[in-house]
């Protein structure tokens, strides 16, 4: 159970790091125009919304003795769920590439760096025995599964955006 809260732990620590690194060393910040600034405006806004409801119903779930997952499961799940769809609404509306091809490389190389380690994490756990329920509840496995589902997902409509955006360069 400690490796489970762990990697969690050491692979955010990571990316803070890896934030902070980053940032130290850009030259330049991401430059959007008004409409992709009032875009991420609204996605900021769907995704905090989805984030209350989500809180909201599992709260009520809890209230009726409905235990489907523990409560640190269902809280990250839920701020994960919201941190993905904020890029995915960013990414539908054009407005979360910047002008940079080069940071747009590193977002998309990211996305699927992150799938593929969620998903080994996830079969290495497995393999150790560990399941997905645990007494009728999901266990932190299933934030690998879902992470590993979602960060490919994203990966995949980050390349088609990006090949459409080239499509339309090119007319």
């Keep these: 159970m400690l490796d489970n809260v ?29 409409r992709q600034l009032l875009a991420r405006n609204a996605a900021y806004k769907g995704s905090f919304f989805f984030l209350l409801i989500y809180c909201f119903a599992c709260g009520m779930l809890r209230l ?44 998309v190389i990211s996305f699927f760096w992150f799938g593929i380690l969620s998903f080994i994490n996830l079969l290495i756990n497995l393999s150790r025995g560990e399941a997905l329920f645990d007494n009728g509840e999901l266990t932190t496995l299933v934030l690998y599964a879902v992470s590993s589902i979602c960060f490919v997902v994203l990966g995949i409509l980050a390349v088609i955006k990006i090949i459409l955006e080239k499509r339309g360069a090119e007319k």
């Design 6 to 34: 762990l990697f969690p732990i050491i692979i955010a620590v990571v990316v803070v790091l890896f934030v902070a690194i980053a940032r130290l060393f850009r030259n330049k910040k991401a430059n959007y125009d008004e």
């Design 64 to 107: 009726f003795d409905v235990k489907w997952a523990d409560t640190a499961v269902q809280m990250f799940l839920g701020i994960f769920l919201s941190f993905v769809l904020f890029i995915a609404i960013c990414m539908i509306k054009d407005a979360y590439f910047s002008d940079s091809p080069k940071r747009n490389f590193y977002s």
